[in-house]
């Protein structure tokens, strides 16, 4: 099971994932631009409307469980929309990236395997 903190200001609410889950999952390029990103490109704050929906779905409701954690509208303003909007050029940037980096990866570990 694995533990996803929910934010809920008074007038809205958020889910906390890693930017991985949604490059493996494969919805990176599917979130909207009301989803945030932390400032070390790490992890998203998922918007309750839709983006947090879709990683749940996708992810799979029987494999999550949320906490729930209540914020003042001040906190959220702070913790959440003071980081970057995920728009799509930093959705295409990420995905591009880890791409490069699986990539390479993959040809190193080719390239390993044939020195043996």
């Known amino acids: 099971m694995k533990q996803i903190n929910y934010y809920?200001?008074?007038s809205h609410g958020w889910i906390k994932?890693?930017?991985?889950d949604l490059y493996d999952l494969?919805?990176?390029l599917d979130v909207s631009?009301?989803?945030?990103i932390t400032s070390d490109?790490?992890?998203a704050y998922l918007e309750e409307d839709c983006d947090a929906g879709l990683f749940v779905e996708s992810f799979g409701k029987d494999k999550i469980e949320l906490i729930h954690q209540e914020i003042e509208e001040d906190q959220a303003n702070k913790m959440i929309r003071s980081c970057d909007r995920l728009t799509k050029?930093?959705?295409e940037a990420?995905?591009?990236y880890r791409d490069l980096i699986v990539r390479e990866a993959e040809s190193f570990l080719k390239y390993?395997?044939?020195q043996f």
């Open 8 to 10: 809920a200001s008074p």
């Open 17 to 20: 994932v890693k930017i991985k």
């Open 26 to 28: 494969d919805i990176l």
């Open 33 to 36: 631009e009301y989803s945030f």
């Open 41 to 43: 490109l790490q992890e």
């Open 89 to 91: 050029e930093y959705r």
């Open 94 to 96: 990420l995905k591009k």
């Open 112 to 114: 390993q395997h044939s």
